[in-house]
């Protein structure tokens, strides 16, 4: 959930639910935000959840860097998961 202020007034506007769109008959879900005082409506396409990179520890200096690091930024020890 976000806080968003609405454009018109400035006041924050309260999440209403999900909402499905077929603008062209596709599918879309929304955030539906509604301002308590003009009632304007926002609508937000749901974020994805930011991607969580898997983490290797390096065996030499024990410091964990992302998985898709050829090599340890620490130590330089290559990373034991990328087998190239
Ligand atoms: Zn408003
Ligand atoms: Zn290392």
Redesign the pocket.
């Known amino acids: 959930m976000k806080t968003i202020h609405c454009p018109r007034c400035s006041k924050q506007l309260n999440f209403v639910g999900e909402a499905g769109l077929k603008p062209g008959g596709q599918d879309l879900k929304a955030e539906v935000y509604a301002c308590p005082k003009c009632g304007k409506m926002e609508f937000f396409a749901p974020v994805e959840p930011e991607v969580k990179i898997e983490k290797v520890t390096?065996?030499?200096?024990?410091?964990s860097?992302d998985i898709d690091f050829p090599r340890?930024?620490?130590?330089?020890?290559p990373n034991p998961k990328m087998a190239k």
């Open positions: 390096c065996a030499a200096c024990q410091k860097y340890c930024p620490g130590c330089g020890s």
